[in-house]
């Protein structure tokens, strides 16, 4: 598979002029070769020649990762903390010859320290930014990747369905958070794939709002935004609860929502395009008279990072693909009083989409009064 995917992006690189691509620990370190690792004081890059074996610079820590990946020994430059990394770069650079490459660098994830690195090694390259490259090839996910995906949606709606009958009336967001996140790691998550949004009442009304100290009471709407990570690619779900009885306006948005949610999803196909999803979804919410209170996109692109591309908003042209996952999360968000997401994850099909996410939709209420 990352055989494929190798052979792909050289062809690709070849088709721009670049003679390679260099790579910090990441996203597209891991789809490209399998090696997981992060950004420390402890530079690490792999380069990926148009027509020669992948090299990499790494601390001999980590050499073994690799080792594994399937670099060759003369192509791992691996140096120790009391040697320094400077004899490393240079034998890189020599072995390379960076300094005649035109290099793609990754402009969201490479720092200044590794830009600076690599011009002092080869003080002849020259970079360009490789990120439309690099997304076009990770836009559409394979079925190992999708599968991954599904699993770490079942393992979050999973927790969640235990978690609910426990939520009551005086926790806190910070406490309902902490509950969750046992819960999730509990029922098989690697890891949570962001500190999940509790946010009850007025602070519900903001759209990534942080768990606070507030005390869930009733008559609030609840804002759960929560997601895992399986196999290294995440889920990303919202739903909306209500604590005991709500008023008749709240219910009134929620349902606007869930009719928004719907036909942004109905709009995902083949041939479609971001924004034909956004406008779908907007317009409902439009036609009700909340369209000032719905004020970001609809959706963004999932996959080894929780937000890639595509993203579902207006001047996204581009035709989605089958393989495309995205979420589709519509809202509406009244100031001082409370706000309703309700977001899931879709794949595009040759047929048109497929949800990842099955959580009920319908209103829940939980806390006092619950059900």
């Known amino acids: 598979m990352r055989k494929q995917r190798i052979a792909e992006l050289r062809a690709q690189m070849a088709s721009q002029g670049l003679d390679g691509l260099a790579l910090v620990p990441g996203p597209n370190m891991i789809y490209f070769s399998g090696i997981s690792s992060h950004i420390s ?16 610079i790494i601390p001999s820590l980590e050499a073994m990762k690799a080792q594994d990946a399937g670099i060759p020994d003369e192509r791992i430059f691996a140096w120790n903390d009391q040697e320094g990394y400077e004899a490393a770069f240079q ?6 010859q960076l300094a005649q490459w035109k290099l793609g660098v990754e402009k969201f994830n490479m720092r200044v320290f590794e830009r600076e690195l690599l011009q002092q090694t080869a003080p002849g390259i020259k970079t360009t930014h ?14 190992s990747e999708i599968a991954a995906m599904e699993k770490a949606v079942l393992v979050a709606e ?14 806190s967001e910070k406490q309902v958070a902490a509950l969750l996140t046992q819960q999730l790691l509990a029922e098989g ?43 290294e690619y ?41 924004q034909d999803v956004d406008r779908a979804a907007r317009k409902v919410i439009n036609d ?11 959706g963004h692109g999932l996959g080894l990072e929780v937000h890639e591309l595509p993203n579902m908003v207006e001047g996204n042209q581009e ?15 009244l100031a001082g009083r409370g706000g309703v997401r309700i977001e899931d994850d879709v794949v595009v099909t040759k047929a048109g989409h497929r949800s990842l996410t099955s959580f009920p939709r319908e209103l829940i209420s939980v806390g006092k009064n619950g059900s």
């Open 319 to 333: 035709p989605l693909q089958p393989g495309n996952v995205f979420t589709v999360e519509p809202g509406i968000y």
């Open 189 to 231: 998550a690697d890891s949570i794939a962001f500190g999940p949004i509790v946010a009850s009442g007025p602070n519900s009304a903001s759209p990534h709002a942080w768990p606070t100290d507030r005390q869930l009471q009733v008559g609030d709407l609840l804002v759960i935004d929560w997601g895992v990570l399986v196999d």
């Open 234 to 274: 995440p889920s990303d779900i919202t739903r909306t609860f209500a604590v005991g009885q709500i008023d008749p306006e709240l219910k009134h948005i929620y349902e606007i929502v869930k009719l928004a949610n719907a036909a942004g999803k109905q709009a995902a196909k083949p041939g479609a395009s971001g």
């Open 130 to 143: 490789a990120e439309p490259l690099v997304y076009a090839l990770r836009a559409q996910k394979d079925k």
């Open 41 to 56: 004081e402890r530079p690490i890059i792999l380069f990926i020649p148009v027509e020669d074996e992948m090299a990499i």
């Open 91 to 96: 034998q890189a650079g020599a072995a390379l």
């Open 288 to 298: 009700a008279g909340y369209g000032e209170q719905f004020f970001h996109r609809t």
């Open 158 to 171: 999973t927790a969640l369905r235990s978690l609910l009958p426990r939520i009551e009336t005086g926790m």
